[in-house]
């Protein structure tokens, strides 16, 4: 079966974390051809060892263990550069992210060619921000508002960490990422020559 996803997950001292979550995705992708790919920026628990030991026997683990470099936004570019598969998303190695959004995700960009991006969304009709404290919603929804002035496009959750995009369009606007920050949405979208096509599913942080 032809490689359909890659889940890209970068990840920091989370070896606990790391069996869960390949579970997790084989629960939510049962059916699909998808690899994992954990890029870890050298975590001095062993998170890569962790990983490595279940890729031994399990080929759809993969490893990118960063040296000397650090940041959030660009171990996501380097997962997702880093596979032959038409789609990759991104999702957090924490478990904070619902994971089983991600079939109708990939089902959305595989039925319509037009359609760039897909994006988990706290900020739509069905989404939330779970246990968040009232300061860190405000702080949020600031941060939200201020990047859609930037975008000029009415996407609810710019600010998520949750997305899966075609491959390919991702290889082409990687030389315009700032990669800067953790924010990487918000770099993708504003970093594309042209308007990126989005639809939104919500979701609970």
Known sequence: MPLELAVVIPVFNESANVADMVRRVD???AGRAW???FVDDDSPDGTADVARAIGRTDPRVRVIQRLDRRGLSTACVEGM???AAPFAAVIDGDGQHDERLLPW???ALQ???DLDVTIGSRFVEGGGTGEWDKDRVA????ATRIA???LKADLADPMSGFFMIRTDLLRAIAPRLSAI???ILLDVMTASPRPLKFREFPYTF
């Open 35 to 37: 690899e994992i790919i």
């Open 181 to 183: 920050g953790f924010k």
């Open 27 to 29: 629960a939510a992708l």
């Open 81 to 83: 550069c880093a596979t």
């Open 139 to 142: 702080k949020s929804e600031f």
């Open 148 to 150: 859609r002035r930037v």
């Open 111 to 113: 039925a319509e060619a």
């Open 105 to 107: 995700m990939l089902d």
